[in-house]
């Protein structure tokens, strides 16, 4: 079998395997172990091409798709080193949450239509890392999206012990707790404004450039002129961000992520934690250089400048509302964004600086860490979700002495999320703050020190967030869950080897951390030197500098949390009690900065109190004009009645009395007595004749 064909089979097997899914559905075990078994031949498929990124190699292959001259576009892969790392990433953990889902789904009702969208859904997301061109990655766009709505609600039923956020909190008068219907449609509009933005783009670009496909925007960039020319290459580059922001959940379309996590967690740890909300980042990863070659030919900084500010912003905003939530799960879906959020920090950046190698290895080593050490963590979360009835953290409590693996996988990837060295996390959070001091921006120091905040506020909400779970004594919650007979153990081995796996790599991953980044800038630098002409430069390294910056900012998190939330010395009851400042900032970050409250008061309750006064403001003009037409048309009949009755009855009744006086005459001369005929036919005869002679 040939290179090429494994990159097809990556994106193409899982969609087979959503099929089979759908036909074996009343095979209850042929039907989940088949659909694990899909995702697992998927990512061996995908192992098999990293030998071909490892020596920088670069697979391409097209097949015919519409051919209708002057318009020929052609569907194809391009396997280089970004996507066939990218692809490995997607696969295995997809599988690992797969292998996972075996049984932390059972006995739920509906598995067919999970297994078909989990399949489903794996496949797009590998069209998206594996095309070759934009109008093809968008198919697989379009098709991540779909399953995310069908995941998220995928508890359709929307019982309350499926909502997500506390029932009864309120911001603004607007409710904080959402259904899973409406978190999978609240997902589905946001995303769909970003989709929106991304086609818009897409298309200008394909308008003066005549192709979708990725090298050949590379080989000539003639549209770069036309478009600059006409002041258009910023904005179109923008609106293809759009589409990555609404995807990963970036500011301002972030606020649907945290509500996802009405879905159920393994859900939560395939789609917004290791690949979807990755779609955005790897989006950008694939036009960044595309972009940054325009660059030396015009000016496309404002687009990089914008992506670098919203990764900086939306990573601080996302960290301060995980500093507060108790939900286990938007704890995590927060972290995720705002990780994410230092991701677009370092795309952003590279842009900006002399050496994009730099800032462009930082962006995809983070989103390579992150998604190792995150969905270990959402895979824990569902395990005490399941052990423990109760999505809330102040609710859990002591759980280190009864769910050892899960505890221990916890503390590794938490360990990681903090930028604790070794563990992953801290080398490539560093990276990424190391990659905006190279930036030739003058903003370059104020997104630095926004990614260094950012830094302590997460490692105070990952020790808040262990210490709330597994430390202190086990919460009276926990005891009335035994008293039902559900004792607080350890799940079983299926659910936590595949996040202990996962948990153990992101310490192997930190312990060669080093080793890694400069291996991935290596094989990246030669990427893009071979593709698109992208040199590496020499600079001066800055590793030290970020490193004695950041660790002390690291030191002061953990410690505060550790103090508050594990060993508890720091009584926060009596500091929520004596500073009125700090109570509200804490309502401030619990209501979401009044984002999610303000968008639903404008764009929801707004859009519909104006449909609702149109509605009443024209339905007055209609009722009054119903009322006049009425009122002429009853004038109109009477006098039609009138007109009838005097005009039209007068002359037919006329008519007739004529025609039947005539009759009568007529009648008088038809006697029936021939002499008579004759006598007046000759009279006739000589009127005639006396009237010709005249």
Known sequence: MSEALYAWLIWILPLIGAIVTTILGKFEKPRDYLAVLFSFISAIFATLLIPSAIEGKVIHEQVEWISAPPLSIKAGILADPLSIIMANVVAWISFLIMFYSLEYMHGERDLTRYWFFMNFFIGNMQLIVLSDNLLQLFFGWEGVGLASYALIGFWHTDEQKYWVGKIGQRALGIDLAYSPSHAGMKAFIYTKLGDISFLIGLLILFSFSGTFEFLKLAEDTSWVKELSD???????????????????????????????????????????AATMVKAGVFLIARLGPIFYLASQTANVSPFFETVAWIGAFTAFLAATQGMVSKEVKKVLAYSTVSQIGYMMLALGVAGLSANFIIGYTAG???????????????????????????????????????????????????????????????????????????????????????????????????????????????????????????????????????????????????????????????????????????????????????????????AIGSFLGY????????????????????????????????????????????????????????????????????????????????????????????????????????????????????????????????????
């Open 563 to 694: 103090q508050a939330y594990m060993v508890r010395r720091i009584k926060v009851d009596k500091i929520f009690e004596r500073s009125s400042f700090v109570r509200t900032f804490h309502k401030f970050f619990d209501n979401r900065w009044y984002i999610n409250s303000i968008y639903y008061i404008i764009f929801m309750y707004g859009i519909l109190k104006i449909a609702n006064g149109l509605y009443r403001f024209l339905e007055s003009i209609f009722d009054k004009s119903n009322d006049a037409l009425a009122l002429i048309i009853v004038s109109f009949s009477r006098a039609g009645d009138l007109f009838d009755i005097h005009v039209i009855d007068r002359a037919i009744n006329g008519t007739a009395s004529l025609s039947s006086l005539f009759s009568r005459i007529v009648r008088k001369l038809q006697t029936g007595i021939t002499e008579q005929y004759v006598l007046f036919f000759a009279i006739g005869i000589l009127i005639v004749i006396l009237f010709m002679l005249i």
């Open 364 to 554: 995809f080593f983070h989103l390579m860490s992150h998604a190792v050490f995150k969905a270990p963590m959402f895979m824990g979360a569902g395990a005490l979700i399941h052990v423990t009835e109760s999505k809330f953290m102040d609710e859990m409590g002591g759980l280190r002495r009864y769910m050892r693996f899960t505890f221990l996988t916890m503390l590794l990837a938490s360990f990681s999320l903090a930028g604790i060295p070794p563990f992953s996390g801290f080398w490539s959070k560093d990276s990424v703050l190391k990659a905006t001091l190279y930036a030739n921006s003058p903003s370059s120091y104020a997104l630095f020190s926004l990614g260094l905040i950012t830094a302590l506020i997460t490692a105070f909400y990952t020790f808040r967030m262990l210490g709330m779970i597994f430390f202190g004594e086990k919460n009276n919650s926990l005891e009335k869950v035994e008293e039902k007979g559900h004792k607080v153990r350890e799940v079983r081995p299926m659910m936590w080897i595949p996040y202990l796996v996962l948990g153990v790599s992101s310490l192997i991953l930190g312990l060669v951390g080093p080793l890694i980044e400069s291996n991935l800038e290596h094989l990246f630098g030669g990427y893009l030197k071979e593709s698109f002409k992208i040199e590496a430069l020499e600079v001066v390294d800055l590793s030290f500098i970020v490193m004695a910056s950041s660790l002390p900012l690291i």
């Open 230 to 272: 006409r002041g258009l290459l910023p904005l179109v580059a923008i609106l293809i961000f759009g589409g990555a922001i609404g995807k990963s959940a970036q500011f301002p379309l972030h606020e649907w992520l945290a509500d996802a996590m009405a879905g159920p967690t393994a859900v939560s740890a395939l789609i917004h």
